[in-house]
Structures are given as structure tokens and as C-alpha cells.
């Protein structure tokens, strides 16, 4: 993404309303970079437009032959605002505004629109419930290509409880390729297929921005980057937290017994004790 411009979304020199954020601005700003790195292309498709802040942000990603597709149910004057957004603040790129309420749309709507078409970039930031949420994961997840991302908005937001379920509940039922959280931004989680993730990790590690600000944290049977991070390690250590994960054997559910032997032996190694 163009430097200027992405600076002068940082220092918010905009009159754009919304929920959009500059340390998810600088991160999907950094995975947009290795996607160019890697000559990944695709399609950015946003679910929840509002009035336009992230879509016109998202349009500087757009490289060429990519649309971005926006889903929302533009209720007021969204759609308006959104189109006044894009001209003000957004690239000149394609792009398709769909009024739609997603939690109608079945498989056949949404092969309908994306028409063949991969997804590189999914933000999901509509509706904040479990089911809505564990819906447009379920739903869009498969049109997004394997080098893709997902990124959900309000994680952890203790008024939204739903959104982390969701996203647990949808990493446990995505199989047999699998999406995991790999990156901890400020108010978002970003998964990616679980082979990709140490990829991401390391190149984002690779910034300036994130070398010395992260940290390593072991949730489940996955290693989530946490970038912004209140108790960041060196480079050095957060690597290494890294490398202790995917050089360990993935210790598999056996019987319940040996289940809490395995967690009390991830407990050992992952403990925060041991990794700060
Ligand atoms: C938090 S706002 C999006 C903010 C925007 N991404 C930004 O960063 O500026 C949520 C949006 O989701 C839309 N929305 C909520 N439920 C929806 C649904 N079921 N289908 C489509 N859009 C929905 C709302 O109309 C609203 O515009």
C-alpha cells in the first residue's frame, strides 16, 4: 500500500465514520505487502460496509483484475456515504456493493456473486452475534483461497461474547482444511489455513513495526502472534516461543486421562512463567 496514503489514513486525515482502527490499518497493511510479495491475488470481500471507513481503506489493496465486494443491508443513508467514502478516500478500482442481509444468503447466492472468483482478504464486521458470525464463516470461508485471510472484527469485546465462540467453534469444525488464528492485531483476530501460519508469522515478524511489540501465546493446538502486544519479547525470544511450537509434536486427545497429562505438559512449556 502507497506509504502517503496509508499514513494519512494512521493520522485519521478523514471526515470517514466507522470502526476502523490504525493498528488493524498497519496490520492488514503488512499482510497486503506479503500478499504482493508472493504475487497472491484474489478478491477482498468486507461483510459489514457501514459508511465506507474500512471499505475505502480496503480499496488501496485492490490490485489489478481484484474487485472488492461489500455485503450490507445499507439501511439510511449507509450506501450513499459508503459511495461518497470510496470517491473521497478510496482507490479507483472495481468494486460491487451488495444489499443484502447475509444471514438470508445460502451457498447459491453467494457462488452467484462471487462467480468463480477467489477470495483473498474476508473482513467480517457485521452483525456481532454467535450464529451470524459462525454463519459468514461457514459460508464464505470456502470461497477464500488457501493463502487467504480472514479477518473478525471485536474478538474479544466482552460485549460480544459470541464473536470468539464463533471463531473457536468454526477453527474445530473446518476440516479438512482448517482455519486458525495466527495474528492478534488490536480489536481483531486474522486466521489463515493452519500450514500458512507460521509463514505469516515470520514475515510479519520481519517488520520493524512488530519485531520487538509481539509476542508468541499458545491457544489450543495453534500459535497466535500477538502483535501491539502489552508484554512484548525480543525478536529473538518470540521466535524461538515460535519455533518451540512447530518444532514440538502435536500432542494429540488420546483418553481423558492422558488429555490433561498433555495439557499439563503444554501448561509447562507455554506457561507464561517460562516465556517472558
Ligand atoms: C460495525 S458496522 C461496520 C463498520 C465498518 N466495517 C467500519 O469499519 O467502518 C456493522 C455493519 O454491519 C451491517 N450489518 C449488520 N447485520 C447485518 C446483516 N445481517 N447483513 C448485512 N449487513 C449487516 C450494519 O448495517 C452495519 O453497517
Known amino acids: 500500500m502507497n506509504i502517503d496514503i496509508l499514513n494519512g489514513f494512521l493520522k485519521n486525515e478523514n471526515d470517514l465514520e466507522g ?3 490504525p493498528p488493524d490499518m498497519l496490520s492488514l497493511a503488512i499482510l497486503n505487502d506479503i500478499h504482493s510479495k508472493s ?3 484474489g478478491n477482498i ?7 465506507g471507513k474500512s471499505f475505502s481503506f480496503l480499496s488501496h489493496l485492490i490490485k489489478e483484475n481484484e474487485t472488492l465486494f461489500g455485503y450490507d443491508t445499507f439501511p ?3 450506501y450513499e456515504s459508503t459511495k461518497l467514502a470510496l ?3 478510496g482507490a479507483s478500482v472495481k468494486f460491487e456493493l451488495i444489499k443484502a442481509d447475509t444471514s438470508e444468503l445460502n451457498d447459491d447466492d453467494i457462488k452467484a456473486k462471487i462467480d468463480g472468483k477467489v477470495i483473498r482478504i474476508l473482513h467480517i464486521d457485521a452483525g456481532h452475534e454467535y450464529h451470524e458470525v459462525l454463519h459468514s464463516l461457514l459460508s464464505f470461508s470456502p470461497y477464500v483461497m ?4 480472514i479477518v473478525m472484527d471485536d474478538y474479544q469485546d466482552p460485549e460480544f461474547p459470541g464473536i470468539e465462540a464463533a471463531v473457536l467453534d468454526f477453527c474445530e469444525i473446518d476440516r479438512p482444511r482448517r482455519f486458525i488464528p495466527f495474528f492478534s492485531g488490536a480489536n481483531k483476530i486474522y486466521l ?8 505469516y508469522q515470520d514475515s510479519i515478524l520481519s517488520s520493524e513495526r512488530f519485531r520487538n511489540s509481539s509476542r508468541c501465546t499458545i491457544v489450543r493446538d495453534f500459535a497466535i ?3 501491539f502486544s502489552k508484554l512484548p519479547t525480543s525478536y529473538e525470544k518470540t521466535k524461538k516461543n515460535l519455533s518451540k511450537f512447530y518444532e514440538s509434536s502435536d500432542v494429540r486427545l488420546v483418553t481423558s486421562n492422558q488429555y490433561v497429562e498433555n495439557i499439563r505438559i503444554k501448561a509447562k512449556i507455554y506457561g507464561q512463567l517460562n516465556n517472558m
Request: glycine share 8%.
Open 19 to 21: 470502526w476502523f482502527f
Open 39 to 41: 504475487n497472491i491475488i
Open 45 to 51: 470481500i468486507e461483510i459489514g460496509v457501514y459508511k
Open 76 to 78: 439510511e443513508d449507509y
Open 87 to 89: 470517491e473521497k478516500y
Open 146 to 149: 488457501d493463502s487467504g485471510i
Open 192 to 199: 489463515c489455513s493452519n500450514y500458512m501460519a507460521n509463514i
Open 225 to 227: 502472534l500477538k502483535g
